[in-house]
């Protein structure tokens, strides 16, 4: 089993796949490890690229913003994505660069022991949770599978082009906010990965 630090550095030395050659910047998830709940996006966009960093940008201010409307905040969680690198032009990730990437995944999903996995947008949803999951009539819907809870929202960027999907986004954390609360997750320390 590897440390946070390690991992992060075989992924920022990472070239498993061709995004390693149009990358600026692989990004490592960041966050809490003692976390019990994981965010995963599908891969980091321009502004990660650039500095490194998961969720940053309008994307990471509303992702933000709906964390600290159900009295959470970025320290509080762990954010990743299924691949570390951004596709260029910000395309969809190719499922054999996200079977490339997804060891990287796994190990940060064994580092925390999440009690609830939250996608963010289809791609993540449908390799985490199903291969034909429906993100716009699903959403918000949880599902307990090997002693984790697992549900998907909306990407930030989706509600950024569409504000209209903002209530339901909003209606999604106020779940999971409920789910915490159901599960006694609330003690964050009580989820030591050791
Ligand atoms: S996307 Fe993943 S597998 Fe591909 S180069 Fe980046 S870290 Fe390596």
Known sequence: MYTYEELKKFVEHCSRCPLSQTRNKAVMG?????SPVLFVAEAPGRNEDRDGVPFT?????????LLSEINLSREE?????????????????????QELCIPYLKYETLMLRPKIIVCLGRIAAQRLI?????????????????NTWLTAFYHPSAVLRDEGKLGEMQADFQK???????????????????
């Open 30 to 34: 960041k966050g809490n490890l003692k």
């Open 57 to 65: 940008g309008k994307s990471g201010v509303l992702f933000d913003r």
């Open 77 to 97: 969680v762990y954010i990743t994505n299924v691949v570390k690198c951004n596709p260029p032009g910000n395309r969809d990730p190719q499922p054999s660069e």
């Open 130 to 146: 199903d291969p034909h999951y429906k993100i716009t009539r699903e959403h918000g819907t949880f599902l307990f599978r090997k």
């Open 176 to 194: 999971l906010k409920e789910k915490l609360g159901e599960i006694d997750a609330c003690d964050f320390t009580s989820n030591s990965p050791n």
